[in-house]
């Protein structure tokens, strides 16, 4: 008497599953078929150097409203270093709907001890100031809310992330003034918090007076956007305490900041896998997007 409605029970389950299997393969197959697609432009003239934006997105992502945009800025002293650095990052939010951006900015260059350099720390900083307005002023092309902007960088990448919230006195006159550089949230990786050292006083040249005034730690205020910073305890570049003691003062004065350490790991977090070119990992990223989810960044 009770085969034939377990049997029609079963027969139930199977079918539903089969639905849900090929509902779940018609999902893939269309975000697989989805292409992200990247382009290039100049957002900045300087002389005769034109420095460029490189944007990652998928199509879907232009057809909807209030999309974030991230900008990311390469480690390498101010002197080295390259936006293709970031470009798998970027390909991996842009497939998750977000629009992607590495910047490239002006790099110092010749010798060390040369006290007249042309480009310093100062000139980078400005840059990705310009690079931060010019996204924001071209939010609208993207779709991209003005509210939504974040910025990451890794090591004085970091250190330029933090420049553009806490270091206002360095413009371009070209910039348009009336639009904010300031980021709506920070993320950090192996960053350069506090300029206070001979690497960095050696980079400033003939400007090595203006230290202090480039130095996040010297800089820091209330009101912050929220900030995540992720940091090796082992890191013989950019030494851990340095991090530490940035962000006690920076939540002493009232502001949003998570500190994420890593034993056993040095300046590069993804050390061992090219990746995301050693600056990070899965791990690392998958931390990072919590942190966007918190803020509304991204979808829960």
């Not at 999309?67 to 936006?83: D, E, I």
């Not at 506090?194 to 007076?209: C, F, K, P, S, V």
Request: charge should be negative; proline fraction near 4%; include cysteine.
């Amino acid at each position: 008497m009770t085969t034939a409605p377990i049997n029609i029970r079963a027969s139930l389950v199977v079918y539903l599953l089969l639905i849900y299997s090929l509902s779940i393969t018609s999902t893939v197959a269309q975000q697989s078929a989805e292409e992200v697609m990247y382009e290039q432009k100049i957002y900045k003239q300087v002389d005769t150097i034109a420095l460029t934006a490189h944007i990652f997105y998928l199509p879907s992502t232009l057809k909807k409203s209030g999309n974030t945009g991230l900008a990311f800025f390469h480690g390498g002293g101010w002197s080295g270093g390259k936006p293709e650095e970031f470009f798998n990052a970027c390909r991996r939010y842009a497939a998750m709907g977000m629009v992607a951006v590495s910047f490239q900015y002006r790099l110092v260059k010749g010798d060390a001890l040369d006290p007249n350099k042309k480009t310093t720390p100062i000139d980078c900083i400005i840059d990705a100031r310009s690079a931060l307005r010019w996204l924001r002023e071209h939010a609208d092309a993207y779709h991209i809310a003005s509210d939504k902007i974040v910025a990451g960088g890794q090591s004085v990448g970091a250190h330029l992330v933090l420049s553009t919230a806490m270091i206002d006195a360095y413009n371009a006159p070209t910039d348009n003034m009336v639009i904010s550089p300031v980021p709506n949230a920070l993320i950090l990786w192996s960053g350069t918090v506090n300029t206070i050292e001979a690497w960095a006083d050696l980079q400033l040249g003939n400007q090595r007076e203006k230290i202090w005034s480039i130095s996040p730690f010297h800089n820091i205020k209330k009101g912050m956007p929220p900030v995540i910073a992720f940091h090796g305890l082992d890191d013989d570049m950019v030494l851990f305490y340095t991090v530490s003691l940035f962000v006690n003062q920076m939540k002493a004065a009232g502001n949003y900041v998570e500190l994420h350490e890593f034993e056993g790991r040095k300046h590069y977090l993804g050390a061992g896998s090219d990746q995301y070119a050693t600056l990070f990992d899965d791990e690392i990223l998958l931390t990072t997007d919590a942190f966007l989810k918190k803020f509304g960044f991204m979808a829960p």
